[in-house]
T-cell receptor, first 116, second 110 residues
Framework: QGLLQESGPGLVKPSETLSLSCFVSDDSISAYFWSWIRQPPGKGLEWIGYIHHSGDTNYNPSLKSRVTLSLDTSKTQFSLRLSSVTAADTAVYYCARLDWGVGLDNWGQGTLVTVS | QSALTQPASVSGSPGQSITISCTGSSRDVGGNNYVSWYQQHPGRVPKLLIYDVSNRPSGVSSRFSGSKSGNTASLTISGLQAEDEADYYC??????????FGGGTKVTVL
C-alpha cells in the first residue's frame, strides 16, 4: 500500500460530474501541495491542477472552468470534481504529491474513469 | 498553455547513449529551473527521474542525467539497457505557476 490511493466511480455519464478522492496515508497533507494528473488511453500525461492546505490552488487553463479541487485535512484526503464530462474526459486519473522545487515525487496507482 | 515539445520516439542499442529533447518557451522551460522528467513503463505509474533540470532523486540510476539550454531541456540516458524501454515525459512550471507536460517520448532499445 502506497502513500496515495484514489477512489471514486469508474463510470460516469456524459454531462455529469466526475468526483474522485485521494487518501493520504500519513500525516503530511499539510506539508505539501497535492495534484491531479490524467492520462487518456494510449496518450500522454495532462496536468489538471494542484491544491495546498492554505487554500492555494491552480488549474490547467484548458480545464479551469470545469475543475474544482478541495482538501480535507481532518480526513487526510483531497478531491477532484470535473463537471460536464464528455467522452474526451475518459482517462486514468492519478493523484500525486507535489514537492515544490522537486516535482511530482509520489503517485497513486491511478484509477480509470470512463465516460459513457 | 501548449504542451512542451518532445520527439515521439527515440531508439538506441544497448550500451549506447540517447538524448531526449523537451522544447518550450521563455514562459516555461526557459523561464525557471523547475524542469522535471518522468519515466513510465507500460501499464505502470509514472516515476520521477530528474528534478530541477539536473537533480536525481535518491535511488535513480546515475545513467540518467538532465540539462537545459535556453528553452530546451534534455534527458540523456547513458549505457542504455533493456529496462530503459519506456515512455518519458518532461514537465515544467510556467511563469504563472502552472504545470505543463511534454507530449512524451517512447524509448525503444534495439
Amino acid at each position: 500500500q502506497g502513500l496515495l490511493q484514489e477512489s471514486g466511480p469508474g463510470l460516469v455519464k456524459p454531462s455529469e460530474t466526475l468526483s474522485l478522492s485521494c487518501f493520504v496515508s500519513d500525516d503530511s497533507i499539510s506539508a505539501y501541495f497535492w495534484s491531479w494528473i490524467r492520462q487518456p488511453p494510449g496518450k500522454g500525461l495532462e496536468w489538471i491542477g494542484y491544491i495546498h492546505h492554505s487554500g492555494d490552488t491552480n488549474y490547467n487553463p484548458s480545464l479551469k472552468s470545469r475543475v474544482t479541487l478541495s482538501l480535507d485535512t481532518s480526513k487526510t484526503q483531497f478531491s477532484l470534481r470535473l463537471s460536464s464530462v464528455t467522452a474526451a474526459d475518459t482517462a486514468v486519473y492519478y493523484c500525486a504529491r507535489l514537492d515544490w522545487g522537486v516535482g511530482l515525487d509520489n503517485w497513486g496507482q491511478g484509477t480509470l474513469v470512463t465516460v459513457s | 498553455q501548449s504542451a512542451l515539445t518532445q520527439p515521439a520516439s527515440v531508439s538506441g542499442s544497448p550500451g549506447q547513449s540517447i538524448t531526449i529533447s523537451c522544447t518550450g518557451s521563455s514562459r516555461d522551460v526557459g523561464g525557471n529551473n523547475y524542469v522535471s522528467w518522468y519515466q513510465q513503463h507500460p501499464g505502470r505509474v509514472p516515476k520521477l527521474l530528474i528534478y530541477d533540470v539536473s537533480n536525481r532523486p535518491s535511488g535513480v540510476s546515475s545513467r540518467f542525467s538532465g540539462s537545459k539550454s535556453g528553452n530546451t531541456a534534455s534527458l540523456t540516458i547513458s549505457g542504455l539497457q533493456a529496462e530503459d524501454e519506456a515512455d518519458y515525459y518532461c514537465n515544467s512550471f510556467t511563469t504563472r505557476n502552472i504545470l505543463v507536460f511534454g507530449g512524451g517520448t517512447k524509448v525503444t532499445v534495439l
